[in-house]
């Protein structure tokens, strides 16, 4: 037996040839490789237009089916929370009422009442508030079995609030206008879409969600002993010389102003109170 080299008959490549010669005429006679019959079933299913067309609706049913998987189970969510979590509204205290929601108007509105003066110097441009504003009318108090939550001024869809100072005429007339606009998070475009509050607020009291979490206690600090330092904001600043910890804080109802130093021990050292209105 011997070996030469010849183009394929298939491929067009150089592929070597095993002969073997005839015991009778001593002729070369080369062995045939067949084409793989899985190779030649696929070329022609794949060639065939009927089996594109069914591809393309296998594809579009596997996507139909994948989005109905996903509704049931926001379905079946929705009914969790529908049947565990009863949502009311939070009445608004009397100093809180400058908070109230407001709906976004879409457009800059010409202020024209204005109680008082604007002074002479007072510098024109664009001033900005950002708070936060209720989507759906109020802040909610949500009850279930795992206890109370209530709503938070720092949580919560926002809104910017937009006033514009400028000077118009020869006499420098002041014009004021408003303007106002959701912040356009993804929880706000989710409940914007769904019409309904989906996200719950944060814990008050001790629910039973958090005694379920007594393992990280120790290293998430749930939960601390002592003295109440009431709301603090997150503007602490530290003493310099001794490293306390200086923490104060705001609430609608007195007392107003909370001051409170921490020391090194992590320990509340002192608190004051201020009651100014």
């Known amino acids: 037996m011997v070996a030469a080299a010849s183009p394929s008959m298939y491929g067009g490549t150089l592929q070597p ?15 045939i490789t067949r084409p793989n019959a899985t190779d030649h079933f696929t070329k022609c299913i794949t060639s065939n237009p009927h089996f594109k067309e069914f591809q393309q609706q296998l594809t579009t049913k596997l996507g139909e089916a994948s989005a109905a998987v996903t509704m049931a189970s926001s379905l079946l969510l929705d009914a969790f929370v529908d049947s565990t979590f009863t949502f009311s509204h939070q009445s608004l205290r009397p100093t809180e009422s400058n908070f109230a929601p407001v709906e976004e108007i879409g457009q800059i509105t010409n202020i ?14 664009v001033y900005i508030r950002n708070g936060p504003n209720p989507l759906f009318g109020a802040l909610h108090t949500v009850n279930s079995i795992f206890g109370q939550t209530e709503d938070i001024w720092v949580e919560g869809e926002g809104m910017l609030h937009a006033l514009y100072f400028n000077k118009k005429g020869e006499d420098n007339t002041w014009s004021i206008s408003y303007n106002n606009r959701y912040v356009q998070s993804d929880t706000f475009r989710i409940e914007r879409d769904r019409q309904k509050p989906c996200f719950l607020s944060s814990a008050k009291g001790d629910p039973i969600a958090i005694f379920a979490a007594m393992s990280y206690v120790k290293a998430l600090s749930l939960f601390s002993n002592g003295t109440d330092i009431n709301a603090y904001i997150y503007a602490a600043e530290v ?10 804080g705001f609430s609608f109802v007195k007392p107003f102003l909370t001051v409170g130093v921490m020391s090194g021990l992590k320990k509340l050292s002192m608190m004051f109170e201020n009651f100014l209105m």
């Open 17 to 31: 040839w095993l002969c073997r010669r005839s015991s009778t005429t001593g002729t070369p006679r080369p062995s």
């Open 112 to 125: 024209l009442r204005i109680e008082g003066a604007i002074p002479e110097d007072f510098p024109e441009g």
């Open 239 to 248: 003493a310099p010389g001794s490293g306390d910890l200086v923490i104060h």
